[in-house]
């Protein structure tokens, strides 16, 4: 069974591609549900598809299938044009097609220096699903050059998977007392923590334990080349 948001939005990507043959955008999904941001559309589109009700078309950042449609009594029905009933849900560990493309919430910019804000949702970026693994992500757009000699560039978009543990020597988005985030490593010394650069003219940042709160791992990287 499909959660009442799931099952909204499910009708609401079957409704649209029946009346235009075109994937609704990120930004329609969520008015069209009423969320406050787009990275609820994320979680519930990443619902839907493991669930095997829809799935994300290779090759084309905003092109989504609906492989089991919803009927009005909010049960789920085979889609009329698909032969993949049943569909097993994928294992989380699967590889994504090569030419896949996943949408996922870019949050703002990061500071690789003096923490800056962490800003709310902005927009959606589009990454090629090989580089990403299971689990829930989002982007941050870099700003500053504190994680030089670790390839981590100003204006580079973090790709960062979501959780709240990481292991000493990890690279991780650390929320600085509630206000203020940053991209270091992270190690636990004498039970304080201490975050730091990978850069020569920058010191180590050192904190209370209660005053940092892990908000993701680094799992890759985007870079855009300018001429």
């Not at 699967?94 to 500071?111: C, F, K, N, S, T």
């Not at 709240?164 to 985030?181: F, Q």
């Not at 850069?199 to 892990?214: L, M, S």
């Amino acid at each position: 069974m499909l959660t009442r948001k799931q099952h909204e939005l499910l009708r609401f990507i079957q409704t649209r591609l029946d009346e235009t043959g075109i994937s609704p955008s990120f930004e329609e999904m969520k008015d069209a549900l009423d969320l406050k941001s787009k990275s609820g559309v994320h979680r519930l589109i990443s619902a839907l598809e493991e669930r095997g009700f829809i799935r994300r078309l290779p090759n084309r950042a905003r092109a989504l299938e609906v492989l089991r449609r919803a009927d009005e009594g909010g049960q789920t029905a085979p889609a009329a044009n698909s032969n993949v009933v049943p569909f097993a849900k994928p294992e989380a560990t699967a590889p994504a097609p090569a030419g896949d493309v996943i949408e996922i919430p870019l949050h703002g910019r990061i500071a690789a220096g003096v923490p800056i804000e962490a800003l709310e949702d902005q927009a959606i970026l589009p990454v090629p699903a090989a580089l990403l693994g299971p689990g829930e992500h989002y982007a941050l757009e870099v700003s500053g050059d504190s994680m030089i000699e670790a390839g981590i560039l100003d204006g580079d978009f973090a790709l960062v998977k979501r959780t709240e543990i990481a292991n000493d020597g990890e690279i991780v988005v650390a929320l600085v007392r509630g206000e203020e985030a940053t991209l270091k490593y992270l190690r636990r010394e004498n039970g304080m923590i201490r975050l730091d650069p990978a850069n020569a003219a920058y010191e180590p940042q050192i904190y209370a334990a209660n005053e940092i709160k892990v908000q993701g791992k680094l799992a890759g990287l985007l870079r855009r080349y300018f001429h």
